[in-house]
């Protein structure tokens, strides 16, 4: 028979051969909650799993990551979205030596937080309550405490740490604004969340027919490629390249993950185009708006009627309107319109 307990055992001995910056599940800061450690997986394995099966990940597929209910099955979703973050994620991981378990966690997890229509829906969210709203605290609201009928899923502090910390101000891919993350897998899961949406973003904008792949600022484009896969793997590579020293013990003083002045000059411009000639547009069309009152309408509903909200989100707070902000960023695009529509608002 086999010994379970030297499985375990015999994975975290592995990760003994690791970049010494990498994080390493033996040493974890630990959970919320203290539980028995798995006989067969890791800590940080055991989290990913959790975020797996978690009724939250399965509703990412439905969605909104860019474009409001699109008529057809290519673009992208929140779902799609964090599997192409996890897979990211996992390559720079792996290059650099560090835990990709626990980089492949925090990936899958961080968007769980999202709204329905996407940052459309966070704006909205973010006005109406007082207490603001941002999804990646709310990501890590959900794994915390919305999950498991008030139990959450009681992850290790790395996973809670690069969920909480992947987003990113709107004017800078990189910079002290980003705020603290405990681990280079973290830092690595930040970078990963960009290269995916910048990427596939384009693509679907082109799908979509507000871009053509000419239209694409040239400068960045010479640096960075001009299909989507060179575009991919010259940001891959270079953040490789250029965070190299996270790998060596020589390099004791704040390693970090980090792409080359060149690389992030070109990639910052393409983003700053996109916000300008794709997030701007959408944010601007009819159905942005239609999306705009749908949040707004089943807010003052809630916040004013809580006892039509689903029992088990009435266990986590007094406050009807936080209430209301967990329901509502629960939703999915469809969800949330049909809702609306039966409820006549």
């Known amino acids: 028979m086999i010994n379970r307990l030297n499985i375990r055992q015999t994975i975290e001995e592995r990760e003994e051969a690791l970049s010494p910056h990498a994080a390493r599940s033996v040493l974890s800061r630990g959970r919320l909650r203290e539980e028995e450690p798995c006989p067969i997986r890791t800590a940080f394995q055991r989290d990913r799993d959790r975020i797996i099966h978690c009724k939250s990940f399965r509703r990412l597929k439905h969605k909104t990551q860019v474009f409001i209910a699109p008529m057809g099955d290519h673009y992208v979703t929140r779902l799609t979205h964090t599997l192409e973050v996890s897979q990211l994620a996992r390559t720079i991981s792996r290059a650099l030596n560090l835990n990709e378990d626990l980089t492949e966690a925090i990936a899958l997890g961080h968007d769980l937080g999202h709204t329905p229509f996407g940052h459309i829906g966070e704006e909205v969210l973010n006005e109406l309550y007082k207490g603001g709203f941002r999804h990646n605290e ?128 070109a990639t910052n411009n393409l983003r700053l185009f996109l916000f300008d000639r794709v997030y701007n547009v959408q944010s601007a069309r009819e159905e942005a708006d239609k999306a705009r009152q749908v949040v707004r309408k089943l807010y003052r509903h809630f916040s004013r009627h809580p006892d039509n909200m689903p029992s088990e989100y009435r266990l986590f707070s007094d406050d009807a309107e936080r209430t209301a902000v967990d329901y509502i960023a629960g939703m999915t695009d469809q969800y949330a319109l049909k809702l609306a529509a039966d409820l006549d608002l």
């Open 138 to 265: 709310q990501s890590r609201r959900v794994v915390d405490l919305l999950e498991n009928n008030g139990r959450g899923l009681n992850l290790t502090w790395e996973v809670r740490d690069g969920i909480l910390h992947h987003s990113k101000p709107e004017d800078s891919i990189l910079g002290q604004d980003w705020g603290e993350v405990g681990t280079l897998e973290g830092e690595v899961c930040k970078m990963a969340d960009m290269i995916a949406y910048v990427n596939h973003d384009i693509g679907d904008a082109v799908r979509a027919g507000i871009l053509n792949e000419g239209d694409l600022p040239l400068a960045a484009i010479r640096v960075l490629g001009s299909s989507h896969g060179e575009r991919i793997n010259t940001m891959v590579c270079d953040i490789i390249e250029n965070s190299w020293g996270v790998t060596s013990y020589e390099c004791t003083i704040n390693p970090s993950i980090k792409m080359g002045p060149v690389v992030l000059e």
